[in-house]
C-alpha cells in the first residue's frame, strides 16, 4: 500500500512536509516549482503518481496568494497527471479570518478558497484550528480539522503550571477559549473592547472575569502583529496577573511582533509550527511546539481507513 | 414592475406572509398544499408566474422536516412554471444551529440545507439573525440576513430602560451578545458553564462581570424550551441584578416554555414574529415585535435595486 | 472485504435492515437518531465508517418528509466521516407516483427527490417498484431496480391458483399488469373509468376484458387507502369474477384500509415488507411477503461486482 | 421587444420553423450550416444574437444523429455569440421511447439527451406528445409540452364521425388513448399482445373492449414502419368494426410504411407535421394536420410571460 | 486484476479494437449496437460490468455523428450498469479542427465534445495527435495523448531516406511539423499561401526555406481529399525537391483521396490505422501504420498505474 | 441604462480601466483593496452593485498571484452583494502561455484560471490576443477577444513603412504572424531553432524566407525579458535585413528588458497598454498604443446588445 501514497510540498513549508514525511517514514515526492520571467509559477510533477494517493502540504503563510496559486497548480498536474486523490494538508488554512459578511458587500474568501481548492481538484483537506468551526461547512468533501489544544495542554501540564486562568482576548474568542479551559479545568476571563465614553472612535479593554494573583494563559487561534496580545497584557498586569503566557496556534508573527514580545513581561508565548517560524524569530521567550507527529498521523490514519476523532478523545 | 413580482407562502408561516404583502401593498399569491393519503405533500401553484420574480415565505417552525420538504417541492413547481426567480424568505433558518462538526461523524445540516435549496432552485435568500454569521458563507446565491437588533433596541429605548447590562448565557453567545451592547452602549457579562470540582458531568454556571444593581438584558438568538434561560436568571439575581428581561429573536417556545416565564420573576420576553407565536403563547410577559416590515422593505429593495444593508446603517 | 461494508438503518424501517442484516450476516452498523427540542433532527454516526461502503436503509413511509431529511442527514454525516460510497436503499421510493406534470404548474417531486439525494451524497439507488420506470431516468448514478413480481409469482404458484385473470384497476397499470399477466401466462383485464353520460365530474368503472368465472388477480404497486380497489372488486363481481386477490407491492394501508379489506370479499391481499406493516394490520386476509432476502442478495452482488439483473431472469 | 426574439432552424425541418415564423410574422434568422469533406458538420450563425432570446427548431427526424449534433453545435455558437437565452424546439424528441431500463444493461437514451441538451446550453425546451410524460422530470429545465390531441379532436369532430371508439395498439398506450378518449367522450379498446399457448416466441393480438359496429380510431404518438398498426386493423376487423381511422402525432413513415397504408383498408391516417412528410409520402389516405399554429403560439407566449397551459384547457 | 478490465467497440473501427486486444491478450467484450427502424440508435451491453474498468474504443471517422452518438449511449450504458470507470479511446478526436472561434458566431466544437464526452461518463481520454495540443485542456479529466512521430520516424529511419527536409503545408501547421523535424534531425520548410497581387480571392503558394535537391516529407496530422497536400507537392517540385513523400497520422481520406495519389508522383504517403482503411484505399502509394501496439500499452499503463509518458522519452 | 453599468478596477491596472471609463462618459465605480497584515487581501466594495452589470478591469502583471487572487475576491464580494452579471475584463490573459501539456505531469494552467474564473462567479470575460486561439473555448461563458493587429497595422500604415516583411520568432508563432502579414499584404519569415550538429543541447537560429534589404517587423503577443527578441534581430541583421520593428501585444518588460532595446539597433519596438508600462519605461524606441478604445467600445456594445465582431471586419 505504502507505494501509492506520496506526498508533496508546495513552497510554503517544506520543513513540515519533511518532518511529515519522517514521522511517517516516506521520502518526500518530488516536484519542481519556479517562476518564469513573467511572474507565472510553473510546476511540474518529477515523479509518476498514477493512481496515487496524493499529499500536498501547503500552509497559508506569506506571500499568501502565491502559495494558493501555487497549490491550485500543483493540483491540476496532480489531476492531468492521474493522481487517485489528492488531499490539501493546509494546517493554517487560507483567508480563515474571512469567513462572514460582517461589513456590507464584502466576500466570505474563506468559502471562496473552498470553492477554488475544489474546483482545482481537491478530495478532502486536513487543516488545523479553524478560525471559526463553521468553515469546514464551506467544503462539500471530507475535512479533517485537528486541534492544537492537546499538544499546548500538554505543554502546560508538563511546565507545572499552577492556579491557571484562562483569558479570551476578546468576546469572538469567548467559546474557544472556553473548550481550551475545560481541557485545562480552569477558570475563563474575558476582555471586552468597549466604545470610551465621550468618544466614538477609541476603545478602551474592560476585563470580564478574576484575574487577580492568578497565572493568566491569553488563548488564541492566531498572533499576527502581537499588538492587541499586547494589550490584553496591559489590562491584564493592571488587574493584578501573575505570570502571563500565550497559547496560539497560528504564530505569523509578522510586523515587530518577534520585538514587541521580546521586550514585554510575557513569560512565554507557545506557538506551534503550523506556519513556518525561521530560526531568527525564536527568540528564548518564543516556544514553538510541533505538530508535524499530528498531522503525520492523521495522514497514515487516512490510508489506513482508522478513525482520527479517536486522536482526540481521551 | 409590480405586476412581476410574486410573493408566496408555504403553511409555515402564513400570516408573516399576510403582513409582508400588506406592507408592499401586493396580495399573497395563490398555491394549493395539501398531503395525500399516502402523507406525500402535493403543490399547486394557482396563477401564472411565468417570467416573475417569485418569492416563497416559509420559516422553520415545527413540524420542521415537513415545512422543508414543502418548501423544495414549491420551488421545483415555480421553476417548472417558468419562474425567472425564486427567493426563499426564511427568517428562522433552518438547522441554524447544526453549523459545525463538534463531535466526530455528525453533520454540518445547516450546511446541507443551504445544498438542497440551491437544488431545489434558490436564486436568493432572505433570512434574519442565523446562529452563526458563517452560515451566510455556506451559499454560493446572494443571502440578505436582515438583523433584529434594531428592533429590540427600539423596544428598551421606548421602556426607558435604564442602567442595563447585555448577559450573554454561554461563551458560544458572547460575540453577538457583545454587538446587541455596543448598539444600546451598555456593559457585558457573560455566563459560563464550568464543570463542578469532584464530578465530571454536573455543570454550574459562573458569571463573569458584573450585573449587581443592575437591570440585565438577557440576550440570544434562539429559545426553545426556556431551561437554560431560567438557569441564568437564577445565576443572575444570586450576583443581585435587579430587574430582568429577556430579548430573543427567534421564540420557538415548545414544550413548557410559556408556563416557565409565566411562573419566573422575569420582567419580561421579548421576542419577533419570525416563527408563529400563537395567542396562548402571547401571555402579558412575552411582547412579540413584528419583523414583517423590515422583510417587506427588503424585498421592496431587492426588486428596485436598492441597498438593503442601508437599511441597517445609521 | 466483509470488513468494509457497513448497513444502517434510519428510523423509516428498521425490522427491514435487520432482516437484510441477517441474511448477510452482517450486524447493523449503529447510528443515533434524535430529535431536539426544537424537531430539528440530529444524528450521529456511531462507528468509524472511513473509506467503507456504507448503505443506508430508509423506506418511505410515514411520516415521509421527516424520514426524508433524517436520511438526507445521515448522508451527510457519513460523506463527512469520510465513506467511501453512500448506497441509498430505498425499497418504496419517495414520492414515487408525482413522476410527471399532468397539470399546470405542479412539481415532479420524484424526480426533485433523486436531486437531493444526490445532493446529499448517494452513490447510488436500490429500490423496488417504481412507479413508473422512468423515474430510473431520473437519476445520473446506478439504480438497481428490484422486482417484486416473481414474490408474488411464487406465492400464487404455490396456492396452486387455477384459471387466473389479472386485473389492472386503470388504464394507467395496464403495461405494468401486462408484464404480470406475461410472467403467470394468463390473460389481461383493465378496469376503465369512464365520465358518465349526462354529467361530467362522476365516474363509473367499466371493464374492458373478459373475467366471468376466473379467479382475478387485481395487481398494483401501491395501496394506500384501498378504496379504488375496492371499487374494481366491485366491477368485477358484477361481471362474474370468481375469487378475487389483491397482489401489490408497497403496502400503505392508511386510513380504514384494513377494515375495508376485513369486511370485504377478498380472498386475500398479499404485500410485501417493502414498508413496515404492523402487528395490528396483519388481519387474516393480508398475507406479507418478505423482500429482505432479495435486497440481501443486492447488496451482496453489488460488493462483489456480480450481476444483479441474473436475479430475475430464468 | 419583438427585435430581441430570434428564431433559428437546424436543417431537420425547415419548413416547419418557417410557419412558425409565419404565424409570429418575424423573418426566420439566418445560419449557415454545411459538412467538411471528413464528414464534420459546420455551422455559422449569420446574424447578431448579442442579449436575444433564440429558439432553435429542430425535430428528431432522419438522420437522427446528425440533427442532434447540428443542434448541439448551433447552441454551442449561440452560447458563445452571447445570447441570453436559448429555446431548443423540438416537435418530436429525440430517442423517446429510450425512456427506461426494461432490459438490463440498456441506456436511458432520452435521459442522456436531456442531459446533452443542457450541457450544450438549452435554457427551455419546447416539445410535443412526449413518449412518456416523465420525460418531462429528465430535465432541470422548464419544459413545455404541447398536445396535438386538440388538433386531432378537432380533426374528428369536423368530418362528423359518430359512433367511435378509441383504440390503444398495446398495453402500455392504454394511458395515453384513455386520455385522447376522455377528449373525445368515447369508449376504449386495447390491443393485448400475447403468447402462443405452444409457443413462447410468437405472439397474438387480443382484443379487450368492444368495436363491433364501430368507427375505430388506433391512437399512437408515434408510427415508423406501420407494421404493429396495420396488424391492429387486421385484429379490428376481424372483431367487427367498421371504418378504421388511424391518429398519430409523430409520423415517422419508413419502410413501406406509405405502401402499407395505400394498400390497406384503413379509412384515413391523420399525422401532423412535427416531423417532415414529403409531399411523394401525402397520399390520399394520409391527412396532415399543422402544428405550427400551436408552436408559434406558445413561443409568443413565452416571449410575453403568459400563459401556456391556458392553451390547452378549456 | 485482469477480469476487471473490459474493452468494447462501437462500430466505428473494430478492427483496431480488435488489434488492442490482441496485445493485451484480452477478448474484446461484447455488446449489442443496432439502428431502429425510426433510426434510433440502440444499444445493449453483453456482459456484466459491474465495478469494472471499462475502455470503449471508438475513433472518430465517417460517418462521424452517428459514431459520436453512438459512442454517448455505449457510455450511458455502462454508467447505468455500475461500470467502476469509463475510458473513451478516441484515437483520431471528434472535431479536432474545430478548435478556436476565428470566425464570428461560430461554435468551438472540440470543446462541446469534450463537455458531452464528460457529461455521458467519462471518466479519461486516451487519443492521439490532436489538432492542437490545448484541446488537452478543453477537459477537466486525465487525457493521455499518445504521438505517431515515434511511428513514423522509426519507419522512415528503416526505409533509409537520407538529406531529407520536413515540410509543413501551411503556417498553422510549422510547429507541428518543428517537432517532427527535431526528432528526426532534419530542417524545415514551410508552405504559406499568399493573396494574389492584383487579386483578394486568390491565392498562391510561396515557398518558405530551402528544398531543393532534398527528399521532401510534407508533415500533417490529417488528411481528407488530399488536395491541399497535392498543391504542396506542386509546389515542391517546383522549387526542386527531389522524392517527395506524405507523413500523415489520420487518414480520412476522403472524395478522390486515393485516385489523386495514385495518379501523384508522390513516393509514398505513410499514414497511421487511427481511422480505418479499408483494403481498396490500400494501393502501393499508401503505407499504413499500425498504432494498436501504443494504444495497447497505454491501456496496460493505466491499468497497472506505471508511467505512459515514459513510452515518448528516450 | 447607463445607471446599471459599473466598471471596478483591481489594483493590477488602474489607469487603462480609468481611460475605459473616460471613452464610456462614465465614473470608475469605488472599491477599497488592501493587505492585512498577515499578508491576506481584503476588499470591500464601496457602492451599491444590486442588479447592475459589473465589469472588473484587471490585467495580469505581475505581482500575477495578488492580482489574480484579488480579482476572485472581488468577484466574490460583487455575487454576494448580489450584482446581477460580472464581466472580466483581462486585456493580458493570465497564464496564457501555460496552455498545452507538453511536458509530462505538467498543470495547464490557462484552464486552470477560466474554472477559478468561473466559479468566483464570471458570467463573461474580454480580453485581447490570447498566445493561444484555443483559450476561448477554455471556457463555457461568452469569451469576447479582441485583437491588437488594427491598431498596430494602423501605425505601420501612419509611419509610411514600405517593402516589409513580417517575421515570425519561432515556428510556433507561425500562425499568428501569418494573419498579421496577411492583413498588412507582405511576406512572411520565420526564424527556426535548431539543434546544432554536435550537440544537443546548443540551439542555433535559422531563417526560413527572405529578408535581405527588407524592413522587417518581428510579430509576437507577449514579450518578457526581450532576450529571444534580441537574438531574432540579430539573425536577421546577419540575413541582410534593413530596419528591425518589432510589433508586440502585451510588454511585459522584465528583467533588462527596456536597456537591451534601448542599446539594441531596434527601429522601434511598439506595445499596446494591456499591461502597465511605467513612465521610465517608455523610452523613445518603446511606442505604447492605447486599447482603452477598443475595450471601451466592446463595453458599450455589450451593454447595447450590438455586435463586438463588427468592431474587427472591415
Keep these: 500500500m505504502r507505494n501509492r501514497l506520496k506526498i508533496f510540498s508546495g513552497t510554503a513549508h517544506p520543513s513540515l512536509a519533511k518532518d511529515i514525511c519522517d514521522y511517517l517514514d516516506l521520502p518526500l515526492s518530488k516536484l519542481q516549482s519556479q517562476k518564469f520571467s513573467n511572474d507565472n509559477t510553473f510546476i511540474k510533477i518529477e515523479e509518476n503518481v498514477r493512481q496515487c494517493d496524493c499529499f500536498v502540504v501547503q500552509s497559508s503563510c506569506p506571500p499568501v496568494n502565491d502559495g494558493l496559486i501555487e497549490l491550485f497548480i500543483i493540483m491540476d498536474a496532480l489531476m492531468r497527471a492521474s493522481a487517485r486523490s489528492i488531499t490539501v494538508v493546509m494546517p493554517y488554512f487560507a483567508y480563515s479570518r474571512s469567513d462572514k459578511k460582517?461589513?456590507?458587500?464584502?466576500?466570505?474568501?474563506?468559502?471562496?478558497?473552498?470553492?477554488?481548492?475544489?474546483?482545482?481538484?481537491?478530495?478532502?483537506?486536513?487543516?488545523?484550528?479553524?478560525?471559526?468551526?463553521?468553515?469546514?461547512?464551506?467544503?462539500?468533501?471530507?475535512?479533517?480539522?485537528?486541534?492544537?489544544?492537546?499538544?499546548?495542554?500538554?505543554?502546560?501540564?508538563?511546565?507545572?503550571?499552577?492556579?491557571?486562568?484562562?483569558?479570551?482576548?476578546?468576546?469572538?474568542?469567548?467559546?474557544?477559549?472556553?473548550?481550551?479551559?475545560?481541557?485545562?479545568?480552569?477558570?475563563?476571563?474575558?476582555?471586552?473592547?468597549?466604545?470610551?465614553?465621550?468618544?466614538?472612535?477609541?476603545?478602551?479593554?474592560?476585563?470580564?472575569?478574576?484575574?487577580?494573583?492568578?497565572?493568566?494563559?491569553?488563548?488564541?487561534?492566531?498572533?499576527?502583529?502581537?499588538?492587541?496580545?499586547?494589550?490584553?497584557?496591559?489590562?491584564?498586569?493592571?488587574?493584578?496577573?501573575?505570570?502571563?503566557?500565550?497559547?496560539?496556534?497560528?504564530?505569523?508573527?509578522?510586523?515587530?511582533?518577534?520585538?514587541?514580545?521580546?521586550?514585554?513581561?510575557?513569560?512565554?508565548?507557545?506557538?506551534?509550527?503550523?506556519?513556518?517560524?525561521?530560526?531568527?524569530?525564536?527568540?528564548?521567550?518564543?516556544r514553538v511546539l510541533s505538530v508535524a507527529r499530528l498531522f503525520g498521523e492523521a495522514i497514515r490514519r487516512i490510508n489506513d481507513g482508522t478513525s482520527i476523532s479517536a486522536l482526540f478523545t481521551l
Tied chains: 1, 2, 3, 4, 5, 6.
Design 102 to 286: 460582517d461589513q456590507p458587500r464584502i466576500a466570505i474568501t474563506a468559502k471562496l478558497m473552498a470553492n477554488l481548492l475544489q474546483t482545482a481538484g481537491a478530495s478532502r483537506v486536513i487543516t488545523m484550528d479553524l478560525h471559526a468551526e463553521q468553515i469546514q461547512g464551506f467544503f462539500d468533501i471530507p475535512v479533517d480539522q485537528l486541534q492544537a489544544a492537546p499538544v499546548h495542554g500538554a505543554y502546560f501540564k508538563e511546565i507545572g503550571l499552577k492556579d491557571v486562568v484562562a483569558v479570551a482576548p476578546d468576546a469572538g474568542s469567548a467559546k474557544r477559549t472556553r473548550l481550551f479551559a475545560h481541557q485545562l479545568r480552569v477558570p475563563l476571563a474575558i476582555l471586552d473592547k468597549r466604545r470610551g465614553d465621550n468618544d466614538d472612535t477609541s476603545e478602551v479593554l474592560h476585563l470580564i472575569g478574576d484575574v487577580d494573583g492568578k497565572n493568566a494563559i491569553i488563548y488564541d487561534d492566531e498572533i499576527s502583529t502581537g499588538g492587541s496580545m499586547l494589550n490584553v497584557m496591559e489590562a491584564l498586569q493592571a488587574n493584578g496577573a501573575r505570570k502571563i503566557y500565550g497559547a496560539v496556534t497560528h504564530g505569523i508573527l509578522c510586523g515587530n511582533a518577534v520585538e514587541g514580545f521580546r521586550d514585554s513581561s510575557i513569560e512565554a508565548l507557545v506557538l506551534t509550527d503550523t506556519v513556518p517560524i525561521p530560526e531568527e524569530k525564536r527568540i528564548s521567550k518564543i
